[in-house]
């Protein structure tokens, strides 16, 4: 099987965008395809009855289960929501480190224990240890700060993963002190991830789903830092002394732009750049640039892993289009299966006519987007939008300054469409529309130079189409993950339950 770039957003584009967090309970598809050779259990292996090929932890379970590093059950159920304990969890990386054998001298894990073997091979190697009086406590239930521990402790055994990130959690206090240096590692590199509340949660446990996808994402940032090479290195010429000019020419331009979890803040990644900074490592052992880049945008286009906190995190444009404008949207997969269809919903593409527009401004951020026919404009609301439920208050000037066809005045008092214009008049709960007074909910706000309104409202009045997304992926667990507000000079469907 094909290796796919893993997409971990934090460890690609550094500690200061903190672009970590993930729901477990719907944890996000940031999985790959990375496996490699298998033992006797791929033979055997089985998909289980009680694990849907739309599950968010499918594709982990399945490829540990092919590699033997985690199992199921006799009546063929893997028993996703059950519990994992400390020596379980330990078992796990053993497995996929393949230590040798050893010994330990624990209280409360005598030689006749079943784990007995590979908690002590686990212990032996650093990644379990036992606590003052001896006992390792192998049998109780596993905490996520004793994960990111055990996971962090396996990791320095295949290399020097060390990067850290500041941590953003609501509950970053209650963080053990022990465990704070490993959640900040594997928070950097995407593998164990926050509640969607914003919260880590160290003391709640992970169930072998939630275990499983930890596990595989440990495996696949391992096996993604360490390519071995398609050909010999060649001599002189090579692309190891490529600049980033030169590989750029090689390889052409792919750069994303994806809305940021934490902040709501639209950032770029530059594919190019992130592979070259992997060739300039000491000792980089790779395959040749274009293989690379094409890993990594088939893992960042893969719409699965943007399931779960769409759109708290959103692909939003590949080369300047919009995802589905380009040939990376996978159009004959979105309909796989019903959670695929209604992210495919609520996914903005561009226009199809000449001069259309359609802007789409995210509740928890200043950062939008307006979606024009030839191009997408990026804009800065300045402050983040003011919920007025099926309104925002935003800035009107920054709002409407890339919608095609649209005259704003500086500092957006007054705006005009086809035959239609608006006066603002700060403080007044009403318009002028063509001249007649029209009311409104919110009186106009004047402040730094801006007029502030109902972006709702005013559209409107301009004759625009406009819609609130209320449903669809990453919609379902309240306002904590945002929603959009979409405006256009064109007619947007409007269907109960999806918008409103």
């Known amino acids: 099987m094909n290796k796919t770039s893993k997409f971990i957003i934090t460890s690609f584009l550094g500690a200061g965008l903190a672009l970590s967090p993930i729901t477990e309970n719907v944890i996000n598809i940031l999985d790959s395809k990375n496996v490699v050779k298998v033992e006797a259990a791929a033979a055997t292996h089985k998909k289980f009855k009680d694990v849907a090929n739309d599950s968010f932890a499918f594709e982990a379970i399945d490829e540990l289960t092919k590699r033997g590093i985690i199992s199921g059950y006799k009546d063929g159920a893997f028993q996703p929501n059950g519990t994992v304990t400390r020596g379980q969890f330990a078992a796990f990386l053993v497995r996929y480190l393949n230590l040798p054998d050893a010994d330990s ?16 091979k686990a212990a032996k190697a650093g990644i379990i240890k036992g606590d003052t009086k ?29 990067e850290t990130t500041e941590l953003n959690f609501k509950d970053n206090n209650s963080i053990p002190a022990y465990a704070m240096e490993s959640v900040k590692k594997m928070t950097k590199y995407g593998i164990i991830q926050g509640k969607g509340n914003n919260t880590f949660a160290p003391t709640e446990y992970a169930d072998r789903a939630v275990s499983a996808v930890f596990v595989h994402r440990m495996v696949e940032t391992i096996e993604s830092q360490i390519e071995p090479p398609s050909k010999p290195p060649v001599t002189d010429d090579d692309y190891y002394k490529w600049s980033y000019e030169k590989m750029k020419q090689e390889v052409g331009t792919h750069e994303f732009k994806i809305r940021e979890e934490f902040s709501g803040k639209i ?3 530059d594919v190019v750049k992130r592979v070259w900074d992997r060739y300039q490592l000491p000792g980089a052992k790779l395959p040749h640039p274009k293989e690379l880049v094409k890993r990594e945008v088939e893992g960042f286009s893969d719409v699965r892993k943007y399931v779960a906190l769409y759109p708290q995190l959103e692909l939003i444009a590949y080369n300047g289009k919009a995802l589905k404008n380009t040939s990376l949207y996978p159009k004959d997969k979105m309909q796989a299966n019903r959670v695929l269809i209604d992210l495919d919903m609520v996914i903005p593409s561009q226009p199809t006519e000449k001069n259309q ?3 789409d401004v995210y509740s928890l951020s200043p950062d939008f987007v307006t979606y024009r026919t030839e191009d997408l404009k990026f804009g800065d609301l300045k402050e983040k939008p003011k ?3 099926k309104d925002y208050f935003v800035n009107i000037e920054e709002l409407f300054a890339n919608a095609t066809g649209i005259k704003v005045a ?28 029209q009311a409104l909910s919110t009186a106009p706000v004047f ?11 005013v559209a409107e009045a301009l004759g625009l189409s406009a819609r609130k997304v209320i ?9 904590e993950r945002g929603y959009k507000l979409e405006i256009a000079n064109f007619d947007l469907e409007l269907q109960q339950g999806i918008w409103e």
């Open 410 to 437: 500086k500092d957006g008092s007054k705006l005009a469409y086809g035959n239609n214009k608006v006066v603002l008049t700060a403080g007044k709960k009403a318009m002028m529309v063509n001249g007649k007074e």
């Open 387 to 389: 919920n007025l439920g």
């Open 357 to 359: 527009f359609l802007i």
């Open 105 to 120: 001298k624990f209280k409360d894990l005598p030689k006749s224990a079943a784990l007995y073997k590979d908690v002590s």
């Open 447 to 457: 402040k730094n130079g801006s007029y502030y309104a109902p972006a709702r409202e």
């Open 471 to 479: 449903s669809g992926i990453g919609y379902g667990t309240g306002s």
């Open 267 to 269: 950032v770029t990644v």
């Open 134 to 162: 001896g006992y390792v406590k192998a049998h109780e239930k596993v905490s996520r700060a004793d994960i990111a521990v055990m996971i962090d402790r396996a990791m320095q055994l295949k290399g020097k993963y060390n």
